[in-house]
């Protein structure tokens, strides 16, 4: 299915009866990575999985870049537009950074929160990233100076870009600056939605420490971790997960 939403395709299944639950993926990921999630939700609710813009099968965000305010408008949109308003939301990685920012802001429009290696923190940084940045920093200034600068900024971006950042194209670059900067720990207090947190031991890109921050500073907070899985730990530990999901959104009290 598709729909428009300020001028860009979104593209989304909904699948299921009851209750609404809305899946979030991280990036560079689209609705298949929530596959065995989905249809395991799929036959105890309408469970709902969308593409963000500039992922799967949706359009891009402008040139210009969209930060995670703007990724956190078109899902409120989206929600609004499906009805599906008070929706559970399971959220991973830079999924987990739009339901923060959309718990935070808009809450009328959210039920539970399920976070798993949810991004959005400042992570810590040694001496040696500092150098770097410093590095590049001066050294894209200097481009401004020398004759073809565009093409030497283009060169300094593939050698002192992550992984992520040379992957992506030119148009979604922008986009992953403004988010990877993007700081929601201001957002942490603000949340009023149970919120259950579920991380994986090993995880490297959103490291357990995030996940203790958070279950600090998000009123009520409950944090489970997760033993052999990383950073995709809804599908290292794929059974626990759905055991830990399912006892989380449909306790043996709610069963009619």
Not at 5 to 19: D, K, L, P, S, T
Not at 71 to 80: D, K, M, P, Q, R
Not at 90 to 103: E, K, M, P, Q, T
Request: hydrophobic share 40%; with cysteine; charged share 20%.
């Amino acid at each position: 299915m598709e729909i428009t939403i300020g001028g860009v395709a979104c593209h989304y299944i909904q699948e299921g009866e009851g209750r609404d639950v809305l899946l979030l993926h991280g990036w560079g990921g689209s609705v298949d990575s929530w596959l065995p999630v989905k249809n395991f939700l799929k036959a105890r609710c309408r469970v709902t999985v969308l593409d963000f813009p500039g992922h799967g099968g949706s359009g891009f965000p402008p040139e210009s870049g969209w930060s995670v305010t703007e990724y956190c408008a078109f899902t409120a949109e989206l929600i609004e537009r499906l009805g599906i308003a008070g929706c559970d939301l399971v959220a991973h990685s830079f999924g987990g950074r739009v339901a923060l920012l959309l718990a935070s802001s808009r809450p009328e429009l959210v039920g539970r929160l399920l976070l798993t290696g949810c991004a959005g923190l400042k992570p810590r940084r040694g001496a040696k990233y500092y150098v770097k940045t410093y590095a590049f920093k001066l050294l894209k200034r200097l481009t401004y100076l020398a004759p073809g600068g565009a093409k030497l900024r283009q060169r300094l971006s593939g050698r002192f870009g992550s992984a992520d950042y040379r992957a992506l194209t030119p148009g979604m670059r922008a986009t992953f600056v403004k988010v990877v900067e993007q700081d929601l720990g201001p957002c942490l207090p603000a949340i009023r939605a149970e919120t259950l947190l579920v991380w994986g031991r090993n995880d490297t890109a959103t490291p357990l420490y995030m996940g203790e921050r958070m279950e600090r500073e998000i009123p009520g907070a409950a944090l489970i971790v997760l033993e052999d899985a990383g950073h995709f730990a809804y599908l290292d530990q794929c059974g626990d997960f759905l055991r830990i999901l399912e006892a989380y959104l449909f306790p043996p009290a709610a069963v009619s």
